[in-house]
């Protein structure tokens, strides 16, 4: 059964993933504009932050999107087509499913994140000007 679900996916993802790339590119969210020192804040940040990802895989298109919405700065790698990130997410995060966000802490403590919802509410719930259009803040005007 997880071999058909896998091979579903494949196949999704070749017939589709041509498209979802074209609509990827042709209609990049809008990125916020931060003075420069908040953005440097926010990119010290994410410089401990790296997604492992397929290109054509929705789930990271969707990730992807929340990132480049959040002007945010994060070293993706193909979880796919690189052996070298792949067996590093085997290793790491336990299993080949993407997206999986790698966060490092100060602490030199590594979390391996799975699921697309999980990931945009961890970036949403760290960068401080991240207002999440599924859940605006409750100050909001006429929300
Ligand atoms: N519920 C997960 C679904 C993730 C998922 O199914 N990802 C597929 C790619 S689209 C995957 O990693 N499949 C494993 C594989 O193809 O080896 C999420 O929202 O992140």
Excluded at 43 to 48: F, G, L, M, S, V
Excluded at 51 to 72: E, H
Excluded at 112 to 131: G, M, Q, T, V
């Amino acid at each position: 059964m997880r071999l058909l679900i896998r091979y579903f996916f494949k196949l999704l993802r070749a017939i589709l993933g041509p498209l979802m790339l074209l609509w990827e590119w042709l209609t990049p969210p809008k990125g916020i504009k931060r003075p420069e020192s908040e953005q440097q804040q926010v990119d010290a940040y994410t410089r401990n932050l790296t997604l492992y990802q397929f290109l054509t895989c929705p789930f990271c298109i969707r990730v992807r999107r929340v990132i480049k919405r959040l002007s945010l700065n994060i070293e993706t790698r193909d979880a796919l087509k690189d052996p070298v990130s792949r067996q590093q997410l085997l290793e790491g995060g336990g299993t080949i499913k993407v997206p999986c966000l790698k966060i490092a802490d100060e602490q030199g403590e590594t979390r391996w994140l799975y699921e697309s919802d999980e990931i945009i509410r961890h970036l949403e719930a760290n960068i401080p000007d991240a207002e999440s259009p599924a859940h605006p803040p409750a100050s909001t005007p006429g929300v």
